[in-house]
């Protein structure tokens, strides 16, 4: 089964600042990879997915992620992080089962 | 489409006690997957599930743990003689296709089960 590690617990940045989460699953082959996000109190929501093709995916919020094959990773970006942003975001990997990294959790402070 | 409904939200047990946890999963959804949310901690897969069948339970803990999904009704996690340590976010996820593999998961709002 896939493992996914994600580079950062905790980050703390402000409104406006850009973001960016890594991501590295552990192998190659064919993989699907997600990012979810967990507002606070809340189930998890669907951010964006890559299954094939355009390598950079465009998501909900604002929010896009790279994959890059030679480098295992599915980095998730946004330009301009807002207060709303404030969450906790999983990285996931798909052979048959979901394997979900540990999470990182964003605070945006206004 | 209602998604995917668990209940109860919340569920509150005393040492010993036994708790259900009950999913049911997108209409036309057959297969069923449970993970945990330990606090501080991301999610961890306990089992997948398919009418009637066991399809992966490797991570679930050997003892005390069940899970069934049946052909008629939701699915539903137990755990008997519960601990604190049981004390933790189950999320439940279901999917049309074996494994997600075509068109991904789709999650419930969770049970939070507190062991008092």
């Known amino acids: 089964a896939q493992s996914v590690s994600q580079h950062n617990h905790h980050v703390i940045l402000s409104e406006a600042a850009s973001l960016e989460l890594g991501c590295n699953y552990s192998y190659g082959g064919t993989v699907n990879l997600f990012w979810y996000v967990q507002y606070p109190g809340q189930h998890l929501q669907l951010l964006l997915k890559y299954f094939s093709g355009d390598p950079l995916v465009k998501g909900i919020k604002g929010f896009e992620a790279e994959f890059i094959k030679s480098k295992f990773s599915f980095n998730l970006r946004k330009p301009s992080v807002q207060w709303s942003d404030t969450a906790e975001y999983f990285c996931a990997a798909l052979d048959y089962k979901l394997s979900f990294g540990a999470g990182t959790t964003v605070t945006v402070r206004a | 489409n209602a998604g995917v409904m668990q209940n109860p939200r919340h569920l509150v047990r005393r040492r010993g006690q036994e708790a259900r946890l009950r999913c049911s999963p997108m209409?036309?959804?057959?297969?069923v997957y449970w993970y945990r949310q330990l606090p501080e901690e991301g999610l961890k897969f306990m089992v997948y599930l398919q009418k009637e069948n066991i399809i992966d339970e490797s991570g679930m803990p050997k003892e005390r743990f069940s899970a069934e999904f049946p052909k008629e009704g939701p699915s539903i996690l137990r755990i008997q003689q519960v601990v604190r340590g049981d004390s933790a976010a189950y999320f439940c996820?279901?999917?049309?296709?074996?494994?997600?593999?075509?068109?991904?998961?789709?999650f419930g709002s969770g049970t939070r089960l507190t062991v008092v």
């Open positions: 996820a279901s999917s049309l296709d074996t494994g997600g593999t075509s068109y991904g998961y789709t």
């Open positions: 209409k036309g959804h057959s297969h």
